[in-house]
């Protein structure tokens, strides 16, 4: 197989249609056609049911996909880390996180890692939960920091910090902390949560908190988005609830007090492939 094949492969498979993969590729859709009937030849297989009106990838050509995109990002991947090291820098790693990871726990792992190894550069992206596990698992990301019950197989994880809980309210809001003996006094007040696409498991930890006060939220709006949460409440558009080392570093006028009476916790946890051939990330390990 040649490396040209399997990229105009790729696009079919993506495109799943030959005149506009032929457009991407910038090349005749005869001359595809050609390249594909070659590629099925050598591995004697189909890898498109195709008619008039239709493409589709057989199950041989769906497996081939996978394994394609794996390779290809592999080359790309290889590519850049070569070039990091010829500028002489030692690599790059690419780190996912959730906002909440943003005020401490990231910054101070950039921070050792800077003094550490000067020389490695890092490349940073806030995805959700499941973003970053399938990052992970297609070698588009190195290192994740999620907040997860459980991984899929061949990802490890480490515990990078362990948080409580805090009810967010607007700053000038009267009920003041000493006055905050149990979550039941807010039943009645509207909630902003996280959505359950930033983790199922968090949402469900937050209606367990509520249920436990003994009593069902009334969830007004939901978001992704920290900042978002905290300007809603700031506009006296309900309550939320957070973890509580997430209330650094917002400048909105938003207060945050520790829900008592609740053993509830939250974990941050740096996640990665254990099959990760990237060099840099053995030495952050090591460093972790």
């Known amino acids: 197989m040649e490396l040209r094949q399997l990229t105009y492969f790729k696009a079919v498979a993506e495109e799943l249609n030959f005149r506009k993969a032929a457009d991407r590729l910038f090349i005749s859709q005869p001359g ?19 008619d008039k009106k239709q493409v589709k990838l057989t199950t041989a050509g769906t497996y081939l996909k996978e394994e ?10 290889t590519g850049q880390q070569v070039k990091e090291i010829a500028a002489g820098r030692e690599g790059e790693l690419r ?3 959730l906002g909440s990871a943003a005020n401490q726990v990231l910054p101070d792992l950039l ?50 910090h362990r948080d409580t809980f805090s009810l967010v309210v607007p700053q000038n809001h009267p009920l003041q902390l000493a006055d905050f003996h149990s979550l039941e006094q807010f039943a009645d007040a509207p909630f902003i949560l996280f959505s359950s696409d930033y983790s199922n ?14 009593f069902h939220p009334k969830i007004k709006h939901k978001s992704v988005h920290a900042l978002t949460i905290f300007r809603l409440v700031a506009n006296g558009m309900g309550v939320a609830i957070v973890p509580t ?25 740096m996640i ?7 060099p840099v990330l053995g030495k952050v390990l090591e460093l972790i």
Request: contains cysteine; glycine residues 6%.
């Open 32 to 50: 595809l056609s050609r390249q594909i009937k070659q590629l099925e030849e050598e591995l004697q297989a189909t890898l498109f049911d195709r």
């Open 68 to 77: 394609v995109d794996f390779v290809l990002n592999h080359l790309k991947i």
């Open 95 to 97: 780190i996912g996180f």
């Open 111 to 160: 921070s050792q890692l800077n003094a550490r190894y000067p020389a490695i550069t890092t490349s940073l992206e806030e995805l959700s939960n499941q973003e970053q596990i399938d990052r992970i698992q297609k070698d588009k990301l190195d290192l994740g920091f999620v907040r997860v019950a459980s991984l899929p197989e061949g990802l490890e994880r480490k515990v990078a």
């Open 201 to 214: 498991q968090y949402y469900e930890q937050i209606i367990g908190i509520c249920s436990a006060a003994g």
């Open 245 to 269: 080392s997430l209330l650094v570093g917002y400048a909105v006028p938003v207060r945050g007090m520790v829900i008592p009476g609740t053993a509830a916790f939250t974990e941050l946890s």
């Open 272 to 278: 990665w492939k254990t099959a990760n051939r990237n």
